[in-house]
Nanobody
Framework: QVQLAESGGGSVQAGGSLRLSCAAS????????MGWFRQAPGKKREAVALIYILGSSTYYADSVKGRFTISQDNAKNTLYLQMNGLQPEDTAMYYC??????????????????WGQGTQVNVSS
């Protein structure tokens, strides 16, 4: 089992920045792919950024490329999402997720079995 706890959400004005953190605990050696997802009211959950934690490959949704950066601190078992140039359309609940096994792909189509409780991000215009 892997437990995930997000922090760092909040309210900012358009153009502002936030950094989300996801502290992982438990059997973290069981996963090789982690990422950030978001869900806005009335919309489907979408993958924002993913990272293959045994290497350096990443995925970003087109809507956040050039503005968001996913990173990891293996010593702290922590995943980050640096969000710059925030826009009102970035308003959503942001979730940290981890794949439940090693091997296979690390993509938006991957099944993620571990989820955090989420942290809310509000961006005003």
């Amino acid at each position: 089992q892997v437990q995930l706890a997000e922090s760092g959400g909040g309210s900012v004005q358009a153009g502002g920045s936030l950094r989300l953190s996801c502290a992982a605990s438990g059997y973290t050696a069981s996963t090789d792919c982690m990422g950030w997802f978001r869900q806005a009211p009335g919309k489907k959950r979408e993958a924002v950024a993913l990272i293959y934690i045994l290497g350096s490959s990443t995925y970003y949704a087109d809507s956040v490329k050039g503005r968001f950066t996913i990173s990891q601190d293996n010593a702290k078992n922590t995943l980050y999402l640096q969000m710059n140039g925030l826009q009102p359309e970035d308003t959503a609940m942001y979730y940290c997720a981890a794949k439940t096994f090693r091997g296979g792909s690390c993509s938006p189509q991957t099944e993620f079995g571990y989820w955090g409780q989420g942290t809310q991000v509000n961006v005003s215009s």
